[in-house]
């Protein structure tokens, strides 16, 4: 997904400044944009039943003002359980999950093995430095991560934790389908009836590395997922947010990951540079900051936001 992103980055660059100088104040345009989303929103059963084969499309140029609950339209405000003890973060995930037992215990199972590598990992910036940087400053107990494909940053980050001596659990939420096409680029992760071995295949990898006791998955969309996550009391002091790049998901799993960090943990995330929908994910990360009156470093590729 990001490989296809880069050479993208090359190829368009004229237009990609063309698109950067028409909106000289990109916090502003990011505003109406949003605005335009929630006017459409709220007024959207009058012109549905008016004329429900065509929805209007708001128009940014029509709105003149936004008040504050307006914006609030837009804000992950529940309150999440109180906080479940990190030591018992693993076996809460067994139990609302996975009834109560390992999905790794008798893995791979007869009819999959055949279908897997021994070990199959790539990733995208997976090895950075900013990994170690943060669990070196913040010593997690718990990750988590909102996007996992293969497993290449999550292994990477168990990998540190335990030659750090710490015991950290690490989640891995994902709906782990890729997204479509990926297989264009992985034709080796097996198929079978159009479901793609993707889940199976990063498992396989957490058992190539011994990580078993350290890594869960938490196989679904990150939406419902951090949203149950919050509903348990589950926290990460660490958590990474790598899934869609687009605008939307990016602001959507930030808004709701950040609600799911301990107090004085960090967030942070993949691809700030990135030229995906118009630089979705630093679109969503600079308004998510401001929003909150949040401060967004940088390190690499990454962004961060510290909470502390
Ligand atoms: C760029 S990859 C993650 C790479 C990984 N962090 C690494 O460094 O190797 C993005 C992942 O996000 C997942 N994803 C995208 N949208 C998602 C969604 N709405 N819910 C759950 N997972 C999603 C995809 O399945 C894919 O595995
Ligand atoms: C869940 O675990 C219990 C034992 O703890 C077992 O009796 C039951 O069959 C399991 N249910 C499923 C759906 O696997
Ligand atoms: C794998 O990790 C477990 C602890 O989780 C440890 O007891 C075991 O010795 C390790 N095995 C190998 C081959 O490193």
Redo the contacts with the bound molecule.
């Keep these: 997904?990001?490989e296809e992103q880069q050479p993208l980055h090359h190829h368009h660059h004229h237009q990609r400044r063309v698109t950067t100088k028409k909106l000289t104040k990109p916090t502003a345009y990011v505003i109406l944009l949003l605005l335009s989303y929630a006017l459409g929103y709220l007024s959207a059963p009058s012109f549905n039943s008016a004329n429900p084969s065509s929805p209007r499309i708001p128009q940014a140029t029509t709105i003149t003002s936004a008040t504050k609950s307006e914006f609030d339209q837009f804000r992950v405000t529940a309150q999440c359980a109180d906080p479940v003890p990190s030591k018992l973060v693993r076996q809460t995930i067994l139990d609302r999950l996975f009834n109560g037992t390992s999905p790794f215990d008798d893995f791979p199972p007869a009819h999959v093995s055949s279908l897997l590598r021994p070990k199959r990992i790539k990733?995208?910036g997976?090895n950075g430095a900013v990994f170690e940087n943060l669990i070196r400053k913040v010593k997690p107990r718990t990750i988590i991560?909102v996007?996992?494909?293969?497993g290449?940053?999550a292994i990477h980050m168990a990998e540190l934790t335990r030659s750090l001596g710490l015991k950290t659990q690490i989640l891995c939420?994902?709906?782990?389908?890729?997204?479509p096409g990926f297989r264009d680029r992985f034709r080796d992760i097996a198929m079978v009836n159009g479901d793609v071995m993707l889940l199976y295949q990063f498992m396989q990898n957490v058992v190539h590395v011994n990580m078993t006791e350290w890594v869960l998955p938490v196989p679904f969309?990150?939406?419902s997922g951090l949203v149950k996550l919050c509903e348990w009391g589950v926290l990460g002091d660490l958590i990474e947010v790598?899934?869609?790049h687009d605008f939307h998901?990016a602001w959507s799993d930030i808004s709701r990951a950040y609600r799911i960090l301990r107090p004085g943990g960090v967030i942070f995330g993949h691809d700030y540079f990135t030229a995906a929908d118009n630089k979705g994910v630093r679109r969503a990360v600079d308004l998510f900051a401001k929003l909150n009156g949040l401060r967004v470093q940088l390190d690499g590729q990454h962004w961060v936001i510290d909470s502390a």
Excluded: H, P, Q, V
């Design positions: 997904m990001k990733g995208w997976s991560e996007g996992t494909f293969l290449a940053s939420l994902d709906d782990f389908r890729g997204w969309s990150s939406g790598d899934a869609g998901s």
